[in-house]
């Protein structure tokens, strides 16, 4: 099966990282953001071709004012300071997520990586941010009805594809591998209809302790699966015969 052709990551643990140390949970953001940067690197490098890191959910704004004002300056510093090195390493960069939401600094800083990486032809490297899956889907429904109430489409035509090419992920391929860090196993609203057939990987690691070996477990096992989308396994097709 080899490599997924699409890594999506759940980074999740910031917060105990950090209170480990005794130290507030934006320290921990901080380090995670160092090691978003690093596994980056690391996909791009081995050839991966799609990467979406789940960054900032719907939920996170229920966060206490000072923890989400502080997260959206290390995001907009991240992207001032990378975005040179994103175009060095061919990386495309985009979003997914209600942006609307987003202060004018980060969203001015998101469209300005977006346009310089623009023409990068590596890795497609998508961050989540303000997103929700629950949100994306009845957004797209919305566009959906919309399409049939002006006589575009006919309800009979709504197909998965139809479906799909709605949805903010579109064209990028689902998810091979769903990676979330920290021991927690659920999807938390992140690419619910995309993941139908994503292979899972939950590691107890807290995100700031993630490495590029860490990485390479994850695909390793992912390796070692093999996915049948519902069907059986090619070489599973000699049944014995039945008895008359
Ligand atoms: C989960 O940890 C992490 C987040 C809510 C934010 C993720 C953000 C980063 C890693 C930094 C920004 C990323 C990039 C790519 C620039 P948590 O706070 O929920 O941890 P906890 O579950 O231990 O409380």
């Known amino acids: 099966m080899g490599m997924p052709k699409h890594i999506a990551i759940i980074m999740d643990g910031n917060g105990r990282w950090a209170q480990l140390k005794r130290r507030p949970r934006t320290f921990g953001h901080i ?57 060095k390493e061919n990386i495309r960069f985009s979003v997914i997520g209600d942006l609307s939401r987003l202060p004018l600094d980060v969203a001015n800083a998101i469209e300005k990586s977006i346009e310089a990486t623009s023409q990068c032809t590596g890795l497609n490297l998508v961050f989540a941010l303000s997103y929700g899956s629950r949100q994306e889907i009845t957004q797209a429904v919305r566009d959906i009805a919309e399409k049939v109430a002006a006589g575009e489409i006919s309800p009979a035509e709504i197909d998965e594809s139809v479906i799909n090419s709605a949805l903010s992920t579109f064209p990028t391929p689902d998810p091979d591998l769903i990676i979330r860090t920290s021991g927690e196993q659920r999807l938390s609203n992140f690419l619910l209809w995309q993941a139908a057939y994503s292979e899972f990987y939950f590691t107890e690691v807290l995100w700031p302790n993630f490495t590029e070996s860490h990485l390479d477990e994850a695909l390793q096992a992912f390796a070692m699966r093999q996915r049948r989308y519902g069907k059986v396994s090619s070489n599973d097709n000699n049944h014995e015969k039945l008895p008359n």
């Open 31 to 87: 380090k995670g953001t160092r090691v978003a940067k690093k596994i980056i690197t690391a996909c791009s490098r081995r050839g991966i071709k799609n990467l979406t890191l789940y960054a900032f959910s719907t939920e996170n704004w229920f966060r206490p004012q000072e923890e989400v004002s502080l997260l959206m300056l290390i995001l907009s510093r991240y992207l001032k300071r990378e975005t040179e090195n994103l175009v």
